[in-house]
């Protein structure tokens, strides 16, 4: 006999012994797996939400930041509308001398010209401060504005002048920028967006807030609320 060490047959029948999941086990595991998934995934996507919310009004508290600057540059001024419908590359002054090419000057950043996207549907986003990233919504081949300015602050049409913000009163309810369902970069209250955030939109206000409203307290049935004291669109 060698000298190693042989089991006996008593030593391999108690030799304990790996235990595989039965079928039954693998499916309750499944289940609770399944149940575990169904808790999670409304609460990662209502967590998805709020960041694309939280996003939103950043880029909104940026675009009020901006208007203050310019405002201090221009004897407090506020900028020019511009074209509501600017084309692909700008042929006038009055593409040019806009919201969409002086509030971005006024903080560093690339004006609507220099985006890619803006008339590339296909073209990456990215992030920007142009973009809301709850809104689905890409450019129809000619432009982009998930952002739009109320026309109605500076006056309208005939009226429309280059008004100081110390000439508008209570600043602090009246809408600058807003979240936009439509395409033009200036725009009314029929152009604000019903259900972009948990059923509502995002209003930047000349004041420099930013404040969440639920689409019940700007539209209605029978189209736009226009008297709401807190949501002022003709100052």
């Known amino acids: 006999m060698g000298s190693g060490h042989l089991y006996q047959p008593d030593q391999i029948r108690n030799t ?6 039965t079928l039954t086990e693998l499916l309750v595991v499944l289940a609770i797996l399944g149940v575990l998934a169904a808790l999670l995934l409304p609460a990662l996507t209502r967590a998805k939400r ?7 009004m950043n880029n909104l508290r940026q ?5 203050r600057i310019y405002a201090n540059d221009n004897n407090d001024f506020l900028p020019y509308e511009g074209n509501p419908n600017p084309p692909v590359f700008p042929r006038q002054t009055w593409d040019t001398n806009s919201w969409y090419v002086l509030l971005p000057r006024a903080i560093g950043q690339p004006v609507y010209f220099e985006m890619p996207w803006r008339h590339d549907p296909g073209a990456d986003v990215g992030n920007s401060l142009w973009i809301c990233p709850a809104n689905p919504r890409r450019s ?14 500076d006056g309208v049409d005939n009226s429309d002048r280059p008004t100081p913000i110390s000439a508008i ?22 152009f604000v967006h019903t259900n972009l955030h948990s059923g509502g939109a995002h209003f ?4 420099g807030h930013v404040r969440w409203f639920h689409r019940t307290e700007y539209w209605s049935d ?14």
């Open 16 to 21: 304990p012994r790996k235990r595989a999941f």
């Open 50 to 56: 709020r960041v694309k919310a939280t996003t939103c």
């Open 63 to 67: 675009w009020g930041a901006a208007t």
């Open 140 to 153: 129809d081949g000619t432009r982009l504005f998930h952002y739009c300015l109320n026309r109605y602050a």
């Open 169 to 190: 009163p209570n600043p602090a309810a009246v809408v600058w920028l807003f979240d936009n369902k439509n395409i033009p970069a200036v725009g009314r209250w029929t």
């Open 204 to 207: 930047l206000f000349l004041g």
């Open 222 to 235: 029978t189209g736009p609320i226009t008297n709401n004291p807190s949501i002022v669109w003709i100052p």
